[in-house]
């Protein structure tokens, strides 16, 4: 009977201890979900806790993993975009060399064979120079020595002092001077120093796809009858160079005149920005604040305008009449005003109107 006692109270004091290990691990399970629950609690109050935050932070947000996706992506494109615009520019001039010049020199007047030679040959150096230029160019980066430089905010990508008008791009993973945005057709991003070489470069390929197109309108009507009767029966007799050259030319019309509608609005929206004395990125942030200060009856001036007329012959280093001849119709490698770190005012420009409210 003893022993039988001894075994039942041994066993009642085991059955006890488990108990209290049990409610022990349970405790601990407990405090360690509380202790995640409350720090979960607490990372999401810290991201939405937030007086500016709004609804396009929270669409920021859930598109980051798209962003980042697009960033990459346009990384690695960049070098097949340049190619492809090589590749289509080479074949249109080879095309015009090959096919068109030809005819140009054998069915015109010489005063409409001056005019083409002339007007084609200066367009496509244009073009060609301010395309490599814009690709070669650096934008410009705020330097690396950050004792003198003096920031107006800080860049939470880089952790160092940001300029006025420089913002970060996430696909050169690096901070940009004056920044417009991030080309894909240059591999570039598009900034204080190369910012006159892309718009000129947009700006001379439009006119020179609206020179092809309205030149090349008869010879496109009549290769396109031309290749419509292939299909008829029977089929004309027509050699291979002759069906070569009727593809040719509808190839490089269809082209041009798409590129020049496309590339015509991005051009005609660039210098609407340009007459205000805006980039790309400030434009929306001075549209926001233009709309905050608006509901406050307060009025809001772009510090960096300096008048529709100053602010082309500002971006286009424009500093007497010669210029408009040797730094904007000839090409010219000349730096644009200013170091992008400060914004003084220009030497072309007579006076600054001071600006109400800034950025």
Request: glycine fraction near 6%.
């Amino acid at each position: 009977m003893r022993s039988r006692q001894r075994v039942f109270a041994a066993a009642m004091r085991l059955l006890l201890r488990c108990l209290r290990l049990g409610r022990r691990r349970r405790c601990t399970l407990v405090r360690q979900a509380e202790q995640l629950w409350r720090y979960g609690h607490l990372c999401l109050r810290s991201l939405l806790y937030n007086s500016f935050t709004n609804g396009d932070v929270v669409l920021d947000s859930l598109f980051e993993p798209v962003y980042w996706l697009v960033d990459h992506v346009t990384r690695w494109f960049g070098v097949v975009f340049v190619a492809l615009v090589i590749g289509l520019t080479s074949s249109v001039v080879a095309i015009v060399y090959i096919c068109l010049l030809p005819l140009i020199l054998q069915t015109y007047t010489p005063a409409w064979i001056c005019w083409h030679l002339a007007y084609g040959h200066w367009n496509l150096i244009m073009i060609v120079f301010h395309y490599y230029m814009a690709i070669t160019t650096s934008p410009g980066h705020p330097p690396q020595a950050k004792d003198d430089l003096t920031g107006v905010s800080i860049c939470r990508k880089c952790i160092a002092p940001k300029p006025a008008r420089t913002h970060h791009c996430s696909i050169c993973n690096r901070c940009v001077l004056k920044m417009d945005h991030h080309c894909p057709w240059l591999n570039n991003c598009v900034g204080h120093y190369n910012h006159r070489y892309f718009f000129s470069f947009c700006l001379f390929m439009t006119m020179g796809c609206i020179y092809c197109s309205i030149s090349g309108w008869e010879m496109f009507r009549d290769a396109y009858a031309a290749i419509e009767t292939y299909y008829q029966t029977p089929p004309p007799t027509f050699s291979f160079r002759q069906r070569a050259f009727h593809k040719s030319v509808v190839y490089v019309w269809v082209l041009c005149s798409s590129v020049a509608l496309a590339l015509g609005a991005l051009t005609l929206w660039h210098a609407a920005l340009i007459t205000r004395g805006e980039t790309s990125i400030e434009r929306h942030i001075n549209k926001k604040e233009r709309q905050r200060l608006q509901k406050k009856g307060k009025l809001f001036r772009n510090p960096y305008s300096y008048g529709s007329w100053d602010n082309w012959k500002v971006f286009l280093g424009v500093d007497m009449p010669r210029h408009w001849l040797t730094r904007v119709l000839l090409p010219s490698p000349h730096l644009p005003h200013g170091t992008g770190l400060s914004w003084d005012l220009p030497p072309c420009v007579a006076e600054q109107h001071a600006p109400l409210l800034s950025i």
